[in-house]
Nanobody
Framework: QVQLVESGGGLVQPGGSLRLSCAASGRTFGIYYMGWFRQAPGKEREFVAAVSWSRDITYDAESVKGRFTISRDNAKNMLYLQMNSLKSDDTAVYYC??????????????????WGQGTQVTVSS
């Protein structure tokens, strides 16, 4: 089992920045990929970014490319999402996810085995 706990969400003005964190615990040695997804009211959960846990290869959604950066600290079992130039469209609950499968389509939420409880990000003036 892997437990994931997100933090760092909040209210920010358009153009501002936030850094989300995700703390992983439990059987973290089995993780191959970690990612961030988000879900806005009335919309489906969508892919934001992902990282290969051992090889540090990152993947980004087109909607956040150049604005969001995913990173990880394996020694601390931490995943981060640095969000810059935030827009109102970025308002959503952001979820951290982990996959214990060695080969997945990182942009689909199905292959992820573990999910955090989510943290709210609201971009508004």
């Amino acid at each position: 089992q892997v437990q994931l706990v997100e933090s760092g969400g909040g209210l920010v003005q358009p153009g501002g920045s936030l850094r989300l964190s995700c703390a992983a615990s439990g059987r973290t040695f089995g993780i191959y990929y970690m990612g961030w997804f988000r879900q806005a009211p009335g919309k489906e959960r969508e892919f934001v970014a992902a990282v290969s846990w051992s090889r540090d290869i990152t993947y980004d959604a087109e909607s956040v490319k150049g604005r969001f950066t995913i990173s990880r600290d394996n020694a601390k079992n931490m995943l981060y999402l640095q969000m810059n130039s935030l827009k109102s469209d970025d308002t959503a609950v952001y979820y951290c996810a982990a996959s214990t499968r060695p080969l997945i389509s990182v942009r689909n939420n199905g292959p992820y085995d573990y999910w955090g409880q989510g943290t709210q990000v609201t971009v508004s003036s």
